[in-house]
């Protein structure tokens, strides 16, 4: 088909917008990694220096172990988990699901470094919880700065990101298939086991991969929890890795992140082909639609209890600690609560122009970075919709290639790509950099979220509107557009939240100018002004709630 | 003189062939309807023509307009070939109004507002919804939501209107009505429409002529009375009415008519196609063709009535010969017994 230059030239431009906004960072790194000296230096060369240094590296290889350990046993934890969740609240008649799910997803929906800092606050040795249960029970049995309750708590916080995809192929399972079970005299927990389980056994494969390379790219956790003994993984040895030589020293950083990214991406590719096998597994088991709850009876005890534990731990104790320390001044054995209460740490945000400034900068890149990057991101969805050629392929790829990095390598890529190119230079020390950062890291995620959107307009309508003359422009313009429009408003909001949420992206590109909560967290945390992050956490948490209120009352989907 | 000319179209899904070569014209003011099974290429012949979907080989010509031709690497998108389509879901756009739904076609050709209200309001009239264009789809029933279907499609004055089935998403009450009332309109105004559908009586009763796909291919076109009443063909047999079936072998051939004989039995039938004894051949006769009779003279056959099922217009008659059943029309119950099955030998038809 002969298309019109109007027609190819604006697609074409944000194929390539899109491609060298995607590969010119991770190219950068690849580039940097190969040569002995930071890339502004004159005496650089290309050589595998920076290999060979960190592969001497003990400490490296203990973080690269530590991350394989803690990677493995979240994903042990929260695959599991998540499944069993999905099943009490997708196929049980458990009572209070409508208000259970919100908070199931609570977690995917806060700042790591918040929940971090929550644990802290909460469980860590002076901890609120930790105080009490001394208190009242005379011991807390429990330690927070070690490998294994960084598993658990990893494990945990990201049960969210299984029972999301074990819920939506739950969604598309017929209930005969348990029902059948059921007549033949199977308990609710047993036709778990057997039946529903096992026949979304893709769909927590996929999501066990996720969790599996989320746990590679793990930093708010590791910093905060692991820092205080020492145990590095590869995302914190990367961060440190400054600090131990002294200089900047960029190709080692380089050489550590293509190392991740190595890791990660076969990871997300793999995943990609589990998603497609597990499409064609989900639509062929059982007849959808006709859904019956199955009645728990006595076993809605163990379910609800399950459940109940699972937000207590994962989301009451660090969101309450968190709650708490931003209105005391300081806390320990012996401190009585009422008498240590405060507002004298937001008074010091407040006075802080930085901080205000970060705050400010927060609620900017979310609401109105969040609406460009919707807006951008509708333009590589209609660069691709219904237009089965090899440039859709190619985006499709192209997209998923952010998945693989962590926020914290991307800021770092970006803060390069804007060293290196002199013509960015000034936009550097602007929001832009962070905008443009965090618009590449939640690249996937958010082409899900529109993708999502287009496929549910029938092809039809479309088609109609060609039939009946438009051009394809028109036809996006008039029928596709308006009938996403609820979805991409949904979309803004999501991505307001994730914009909220995220900290390592930020990290490296914070500069006068481009603070962002989550940065100032990073930093704050390294210098220790525990007062100050209780205070901006909660200020962040509320920020998400916020969106999170908004995002329920009008019944946005919390999941693509 | 032909507004739409198909010419040996082919067209396949990755490796999958749908359609093998297919021809087609459809005269102005003509009917035409594409019947076949599910899986036929019935529906892919009309998006072709619509340039939803693109041949490989083929040519297409909507009066003297190429819109297709592969041996000229000629396409018109879809937007460029001024057809009307009519989609089986409607596929009316929810967030329009009756109005615009069916104003956009004329806004897209810069039809001036005055004129294009007009023209609106002109063919919402015609098919009757005269005060629903301030509604939106969803506030119409599925016959309102058919008919603002249409109008969309033919208030740009397109040469074809295309219709993919257009009479599956209603009910079987409505969809009697909505044929007639479809039938009565394209003859009106005179439109040149072809029609998808499956469901043969709806080809008959609304079509000046049927094409009869089956597995990509033209298996025979005619008229309804054509292809009801003297079929090619042992599928267009099946296909186009309820038949009783019998398997057999020809013994005699003799004056234009051939003998079958099964085990036990013995009847004559018109041969279609060459025919020579010994052949094993299938003798095809429609349910309301078998006639019940009262004695043996005649084409018949004496059989033992296994049972009869009361259809309200009429009673349904099953008979037994041999593991086959045979069916038969009849006003009345019938006792249990044997009866006489008479078979009109212009009416038996042997493939």
Redesign the interface.
């Given at each position: 088909m002969r298309a019109s230059a109007a027609e190819t030239l604006p697609r074409a431009f944000t194929i390539l917008v899109t491609a060298t906004a995607v590969l010119a960072p991770l190219s950068l790194i690849l580039y940097q990694s190969l040569l002995n000296a930071p890339f502004f230096d004159a005496r650089k060369a290309i050589g595998l220096d920076a290999y060979r240094f960190i592969f001497a590296d003990p400490d490296f290889w203990q973080a690269f172990k530590n991350s394989g350990l803690i990677a493995g046993g979240m994903t042990l934890i929260a695959v599991p988990l998540g499944g069993l969740l999905a099943f009490v609240m997708e196929r049980t008649d458990l009572s209070g699901r409508g208000w259970i799910e919100p908070l199931l997803l609570v977690p995917s929906f806060v700042s790591p470094m918040v929940l971090s800092f929550g644990y802290v606050v909460a469980a860590g040795p002076v901890g609120f919880y930790s105080v009490w249960s001394r208190e009242l029970f005379g011991g807390a049995p429990w330690g927070i700065y070690s490998i294994l309750a960084m598993t658990v708590i990893a494990g945990l916080t990201h049960v969210p990101n299984v029972y999301v995809y074990a819920s939506a192929a739950l969604k598309n399972l017929g209930s005969d298939v348990e029902e059948a079970a059921r007549v033949a005299g199977a308990s609710p927990f047993r036709v778990a086991f057997s039946v529903s389980l096992p026949l979304i056994m893709p769909s927590l494969l996929f999501s066990g991969v996720l969790v599996f390379f989320l746990g590679f790219e793990l930093f708010g956790l590791p910093l905060v929890l692991g820092d205080p003994e020492g145990i590095l993984v590869l995302s914190t040895y990367l961060f440190k890795l400054t600090n131990k030589l002294g200089t900047p020293s960029y190709h080692l950083m380089a050489a550590v992140a293509v190392c991740i990214v190595a890791v990660t991406f076969p990871l997300v590719l793999l995943q990609r082909q589990l998603l497609k096998g597990s499409r064609k597994y989900a639509s062929i088991k059982g007849k959808s639609g006709r859904m019956r709850e199955l009645p728990l009876g006595g076993w809605k005890w163990l379910a609800g209890g399950v459940i109940g534990a699972w937000i207590f731990v994962s989301v009451l104790v660090p969101l309450s600690g968190i709650a708490l320390r931003a209105f005391v001044t300081n806390w320990g054995e012996g401190v009585r609560l009422a008498e240590v209460l405060t507002l004298d740490n937001f008074r010091s945000v407040w006075e802080e122009p930085t901080m205000m400034r970060g705050i400010w900068n927060t609620i900017l890149i979310g609401v109105v970075g969040g609406l460009l990057t919707v807006a951008c991101y509708t333009a590589i969805g209609f660069a691709t919709h219904r237009r089965n050629d090899g440039w859709s392929r190619f985006v499709d790829y192209l997209v998923l290639v952010p998945r693989a990095v962590p926020g914290l390598l991307a800021g770092l890529a970006f803060l390069w790509v804007f060293l290196f190119f002199p013509p960015l230079r000034p936009l550097r020390s602007t929001l832009f950099s962070g905008w443009l950062a965090y618009s590449v890291v939640w690249l996937a995620y958010g082409m899900r979220l529109i993708s999502s959107s287009l496929l549910q307009v029938s092809p039809e309508l479309e088609e109609a509107a060609r039939s009946a003359g438009a051009p394809r422009w028109r036809v996006s313009r008039d029928v596709t557009l308006p009938l996403i429009r609820y979805g991409l408003l949904g979309s803004w909001l999501l991505v307001f939240m994730i914009f909220e949420r995220e900290y390592s992206t930020a990290v490296y590109l914070l500069a006068p100018g481009t603070e962002v909560i989550g940065a100032q967290l990073v930093s704050l945390w390294q210098g220790g002004a525990i007062d100050l992050v209780a205070a901006l956490s909660l200020v962040n948490v509320v920020l998400v709630a916020v969106g999170l209120g908004i995002a329920l009352r009008f019944g946005v989907r919390l999941r693509d | 003189m032909a507004e739409l000319t198909v010419e040996n179209l082919h067209l396949r899904y990755g490796d999958n062939p749908i359609l093998k070569g297919v021809s087609m014209n459809l005269d102005r003011g003509e009917v035409v309807s594409l019947l076949g099974p599910s899986g036929s290429g019935k529906t892919t012949l009309l998006r072709a023509v619509?340039?939803?979907e693109?041949p490989h080989e083929g040519a297409i010509r909507i009066g003297e307009r190429v819109v297709f031709d592969s041996a000229a690497a000629i396409?018109l998108?879809?937007?460029?070939?001024?057809?009307?389509?009519v989609?089986?879901?409607y596929?009316?756009?929810?967030?329009k109004t009756v109005y615009d739904n069916v104003a956009?076609?004329l806004r897209?050709?810069k039809v001036p507002q005055a004129e294009a209200a007009e023209r609106v309001g002109q063919v919402l009239a015609q098919l009757g919804l005269g005060p629903l264009g301030a509604r939106y789809p969803h506030q119409l029933s599925g016959g309102q939501q058919q008919r603002v279907a249409i109008a969309?499609?033919l208030v740009?004055n397109p040469p074809v209107i295309?219709l993919d089935e257009p009479l599956s998403n209603l009910d079987a009450k409505l969809r009697e009505e909505a044929r007639a009332f479809l039938r009565e309109l394209i003859v009106r105004l005179g439109l040149s429409a072809l029609v998808v559908t499956h469901d043969q009586s709806e080809a008959m009763a609304m079509s000046d002529r049927i094409l009869l796909l089956n597995n990509g291919r033209i298996e025979q076109q005619g008229t309804p009375q054509e292809m009801y009443g003297s079929p090619r063909t042992l599928f267009v047999a099946e296909f186009m009415g309820s038949n009783n079936r019998l398997a057999g072998r020809v013994a005699e051939v003799r004056d234009g008519r051939a003998r079958i004989e099964g085990e036990g039995w013995s009847l004559w039938g018109t041969p279609k196609g060459e025919t020579a004894p010994g052949r094993e051949v299938n003798a095809v006769i429609r349910i309301e063709q078998v006639k019940l009779g009262d004695g043996p003279e005649g084409n018949r056959l004496r059989l033992p009535l296994s049972t009869s099922m009361y259809l309200g217009d009429k009673w349904e008659h099953l008979f037994r010969l041999g593991a086959t059943a045979l069916r038969a029309h009849g006003t009345g119950d019938l006792a249990p017994g044997e009866y006489w099955l008479e078979f009109p030998p212009d009416r038996l038809w042997l493939f």
């Open positions: - | 619509a340039g939803l693109t396409e998108p879809a937007e460029h070939r001024n057809l009307g389509l989609f089986q879901s596929a009316l756009w929810p967030h956009y076609g897209l050709r969309r499609a740009y295309l």
